[in-house]
Structures are given as C-alpha cells and as structure tokens.
C-alpha cells in the first residue's frame, strides 16, 4: 500500500517507466486507484486537516478534532478505530461514498451510482486473487495459501493504519476552519501543510517499510518527490522550522502512536470547556503565521536543492 501510495503520487513519473506511471498504475488492494487518486491526491492534499473538507479527518466515522461536534455515536470511537485498522482497506474503499452523509440525507446512494462499477470490478479481481487463484495455483496447499494471504492482508491493514495515523493525528497536529483557509495564499498552503502533519523517528529499516511516511511533513510539503528523499529533505525543513520558530511535529513511533490511541480515546467523550484561546484546555493556540514571501523563498530554495538531485 505504501509503494502504491508513493507510485499514484506521481513520484516516478520522471523514470519513463509505463508500470511506476502514476496515471496507469494500479495497487494491490480493493479501493481502484482513480478513486483513490480523487479523494486522497485531491481533497485530502489540497484540503489538508479543513474540518468539513478534509474527509480523512476521521475517515466519516471517527471523532479526531475538539472542533467536530459530540454526539452519543462517538462513544464508540476507539471501537470504531478498532474496526477501521482491521480492515483498513475496505474503510479506504468505501470513504469515497460518503456514507455517513448518505445516512445524514446530505448524500442519496444515485449521487455514487458512478462509482459502483469501478468498485465492484476491482474487489471482484483483488478478491478473486487472494482467496480463490493463487490460493489454487498451490494445489494441496490451498488452505494455508488461503490463511497466509488473508493474514497477510490483515497486518497490512494494520500497519498502514498505524502509519497513517501516526502522520496526521498525533497530539499538537493542528485542525483549521474553511474560513481560516478563505483566499489562502500559496505560502499559508504550505504552512497549513506543516501544522497538519506529524513525522516519527526510528531506523533506516522502519523509514523503509513504511515507504518513507515517517516523513509526513515533508511529504505534504513536496508530495510528488520521490519519497526516498524524504529523508535528506527534512533537515533543511526542519533547519527551517527551528529559525523561525515553527512546530515541527515528530517523535518515536510509540510516542505518537500512543498519542494518536489517547486522543481517540479522549474524543469519544464530550470536548471539556473551551479555554480563552477558543479550544479546549490542552489545545494550544495556532501560531501566528509567517509571511508569505519568507515561506516562498525557502520552498524554492529547498525544492530546487532537492530536485537537481533527481536524475532527469
């Protein structure tokens, strides 16, 4: 999933090569990539953590912001997440049908009716794949061919939610409203990217196999470089963060997984009092932000420095 991810950003365009091609790349999983490519390249990377935009905020069924309305539902919160970790690939395949709007009357089932075929034809083959094909290519061995695609399946499931999780919802990973983001300008894009993103720290071997999202800040900086310049990448944004004094959200993998459960944890109950900065009390104010131009000519700077290493 992660390699997908990477491929359908575009990322290895440059190479030329018709199976790394973002436009005809098609992932090992049930969600059809073109789907995909519309509700994550699109929304979620331009409307990055926008409450009532951005529909990963909670993926439709989880509470994951102070600023989302409590109702007696989110009770079920860590439940919920429980759920959508175990068969993270069918939450991914269905979050393009909004079906918590559908059930709020916001959305009817004919406004997806274009959607369904793609859908359909997809679980069809991936299913057909993992659980009848190659489990029949093994002969006697069908039954533990059977079990080891579908354990396979499950930890990855698992391991990309908790890679994606760790990127965008540990604590101090700000929230924005659709009228702080009205007329934003280039420079506030990529500051909202930086707020809205979290990294976690670990070894050569962990960046790898989570393709490198550890870098989730730079990653929503420069979605299309290659993710395995992440990692030279982020010593120039966080040298950037630390001159002006910006939040640079990273931490160990436990950390921040261990935020991410305590804040789910935390919102399936009423928000407490709202504090004089307007949220609740553990909830710091956003910074004010830096000008423009200052933000512009360091991602020219960095984005230049980073693509001239890129093989053309």
Not at 37 to 56: A, C, E, P, Q
Not at 65 to 92: C, H, I, S
Request: glycine share 8%.
């Amino acid at each position: 999933m992660e390699n997908g991810h990477n491929v359908m950003h575009g990322q290895y365009d440059w190479m030329g090569d018709p199976g790394l091609n973002s436009r005809m790349y098609e992932w090992d999983t049930v969600c059809p990539s073109e789907q995909w490519k519309y509700s994550h390249n699109y929304i979620h990377h331009t409307y990055t953590n926008i409450l009532g935009k951005d529909r990963d905020i909670g993926y439709g069924i989880l509470r994951m912001d102070e600023d989302q309305k409590w109702r007696p539902q989110y009770l079920g919160n860590p439940v919920y997440a429980f759920l959508l970790m175990t068969f993270f690939q069918w939450g991914v395949l269905l979050h393009d049908l909004e079906v918590e709007n559908i059930m709020a009357g916001k959305r009817s089932w004919k406004d997806t009716k274009h959607l369904h075929r793609g859908m359909i034809r997809k679980v069809r083959n991936q299913t057909l794949k993992d659980y009848v094909l190659f489990p029949l290519l093994t002969g006697p061995f069908f039954p533990l061919t059977l079990v080891g695609n579908a354990t396979a399946n499950l930890v990855r499931n698992i391991w990309a939610f908790n890679i994606i999780f760790c990127g965008h919802f540990p604590a101090g990973v700000q929230s924005f409203t659709v009228e702080e983001t009205e007329n934003e300008s280039r420079g506030a894009w990529y500051y909202r990217q930086l707020l809205g993103s979290a990294n976690f720290t670990g070894s050569k071997l962990l960046h790898l196999m989570s393709g490198n999202l550890s870098y989730q800040i730079e990653h929503h900086l420069f979605p299309d470089i290659p993710a395995r310049r992440y990692p030279e990448l982020s010593v120039e944004v966080k040298e950037i963060c630390e001159r002006y004094g910006l939040q640079y959200n990273t931490g160990s993998l436990p950390k921040q997984l261990g935020s991410v459960a305590a804040k789910i944890c935390r919102l399936a109950l009423p928000s407490r009092k709202k504090d004089d900065h307007g949220g609740d009390g553990d909830r710091a104010p956003k910074p004010v932000p830096v000008p423009e131009s200052t933000v512009e000519i360091d991602k020219a700077r960095v984005s230049r420095q980073v693509r001239e290493r890129i093989p053309a």
